[in-house]
T-cell receptor, first 112, second 113 residues
Framework: DGGITQSPKYLFRKEGQNVTLSCEQNLNHDAMYWYRQDPGQGLRLIYYSQIVNDFQKGDIAEGYSVSREKKESFPLTVTSAQKNPTAFYLC???????????FGSGTRLTVV | KQEVTQIPAALSVPEGENLVLNCSFTDSAIYNLQWFRQDPGKGLTSLLLIQSSQREQTSGRLNASLDKSSGRSTLYIAASQPGDSATYLCAVRPVSGTYKYIFGTGTRLKVLA
């Protein structure tokens, strides 16, 4: 059935390493989003894409990069420039009928 | 700039109690408002979506209302159960030409058996 798949569920990053978080959807939604969630804080928007081959920075884009080569896929790379990457990362899509968000199950990234 | 506030940050109630969670927003120019549930370590699950032209939406024991003019929404949970324990977040989509939702920080609910 339709949904959003985020992988991996848990990810460990060493200092100075780039890591990529996967987000795949089969909902046929155009718009996709990456959020970061820290304890005690709300969701903060990292990047979003309204259409293939186009994306915009959110509120906390520094140290992150994305690509949108296919409608179904919106991978997020956490680069070594991101100084505090330990967080819970959530991918979402925006529906085209009622314009509500659908979220994936998240990836927990930890720096070791 | 649109801001979304949820008060209280945490709430404990005995099982069976009816309860109301509050969400307020500063700019009434919104397309819609969405309520979510988040269990620990999980993603967000959509509960109810209210379009700006609607006053309320219902799903089972949940009822969400929207008063745009006052910048408020409430989520009413009837006959609460321990399984309702989770964090509840609201989010608004501003009429600003973008496709971004603005989230509150959530209310952490614990229903005691």
């Amino acid at each position: 059935d339709g949904g959003i798949t985020q992988s991996p569920k848990y990810l460990f990053r060493k200092e100075g390493q780039n890591v990529t978080l996967s987000c795949e959807q089969n909902l046929n939604h155009d718009a996709m989003y990456w959020y970061r969630q820290d304890p005690g804080q709300g969701l903060r928007l990292i990047y979003y894409s309204q259409i293939v081959n186009d994306f915009q920075k959110g509120d906390i884009a520094e140290g992150y990069s994305v690509s949108r080569e296919k409608k179904e896929s919106f991978p997020l790379t956490v680069t070594s420039a991101q100084k505090n990457p330990t967080a819970f990362y959530l991918c979402a899509t925006l529906g085209t009928v009622n314009y509500g968000y659908t979220f994936g199950s998240g990836t927990r990234l930890t720096v070791v | 700039k649109q801001e979304v506030t949820q008060i209280p940050a945490a709430l404990s109630v005995p099982e069976g109690e009816n309860l109301v969670l509050n969400c307020s927003f500063t700019d009434s120019a919104i397309y819609n408002l969405q309520w979510f549930r988040q269990d620990p370590g999980k993603g967000l699950t959509s509960l109810l979506l209210i379009q700006s032209s609607q006053r309320e939406q219902t799903s089972g024991r949940l009822n969400a209302s929207l008063d745009k003019s006052s910048g408020r929404s409430t989520l009413y949970i009837a006959a609460s159960q321990p399984g309702d324990s989770a964090t509840y977040l609201c989010a608004v989509r501003p009429v600003s030409g973008t496709y971004k939702y603005i989230f509150g920080t959530g209310t952490r609910l614990k229903v005691l058996a």
